[in-house]
Nanobody
């Protein structure tokens, strides 16, 4: 069964950190460009960060210098380290990966940044 399962979300104060994980099954994350997206209430889903099969990374301007995307090929897991979190980072975070001509999304994990 092809599946992506996110974890690691939660409530954090401004300036805090969280690490999101996305565990893949039935697919291999290292073959394609995979990424993290987020959707805030009332807004469209937006790209947060991507990582290519070669390890090159790309970030939205709003998270550059604060977020780091990485991948553990042995564990077939994608990560998003989020530091210096701001209230505007509050959203549901999703991982996405293509596999055999189709895009797969995880169920999402809620990140809330609030004091």
């Amino acid at each position: 069964q092809v599946q992506l399962v996110e974890s690691g979300g939660g409530l954090v104060q401004p300036g805090g950190s969280l690490r999101l994980s996305c565990a893949a099954s039935g697919m291999i994350l290292s073959i394609y460009t995979v990424g993290w997206y987020r959707q805030a209430p009332g807004k469209q889903r937006e790209l947060v960060a991507t990582i290519t099969s070669g390890g090159s990374t790309n970030y939205a301007d709003s998270v550059k210098g604060r977020f780091t995307i990485s991948r553990d090929n042995a564990k077939n897991t994608l990560y998003l380290q989020m530091n210096s979190l701001k209230p505007e980072d509050t959203a549901v975070y999703y991982c996405k990966s293509p596999w055999i001509r189709q895009d797969y999304w995880g169920q999402g994990t809620q990140v809330t940044v609030s004091s």
